[in-house]
């Protein structure tokens, strides 16, 4: 299984960034697919989290109402689309696959099996 992000970079704070990660290696409209993110010195947090089919969503309190989790399943791709960006969103973003469940989004790091690379995001002031 292989899971590559793209679409990180440098944005000024309040503005606006879309990342992807594309998925192959086994079935993808069958399993949960989540963002989470990790600024240095912290541990690795769930950011959003979409089940198999996209019906069902779920964000950490800090990106509710300013990032979007999807998927298109045709593509085998998820996408986290993240607008009014803060310097505190500055970290490395990574897409993760829970092959266990294709229904609930778990937050915990211990439910996710495959993971990408990640791709840094920087917002500045």
């Known amino acids: 299984v292989q899971l590559v992000e793209s679409g990180g970079g440098l944005v000024q704070a309040g503005g606006s960034l879309s990342v992807s990660c594309t998925a192959s290696g086994r079935p993808f409209s069958t399993v949960v697919m989540a963002w989470f993110r990790q600024a240095p010195g912290k541990e690795r947090e769930f950011v959003a989290g979409v089940n198999w089919n996209g019906g069902r969503t779920s964000y950490a309190d800090s990106v509710k109402g300013r990032f979007t989790i999807s998927r298109d399943n045709a593509k085998n791709t998820v996408y986290l689309q993240m607008n009014s960006l803060r310097p505190e969103d500055t970290a490395v973003y990574y897409c993760?696959?829970?092959?266990?469940?294709?229904?609930?989004?778990?937050?915990?790091?211990?439910?996710?099996?495959?993971w990408g690379q990640g791709t840094q995001i920087t917002v500045s002031l």
């Open positions: 993760a696959q829970d092959i266990h469940n294709p229904v609930i989004v778990k937050t915990e790091l211990e439910a996710y099996t495959y």
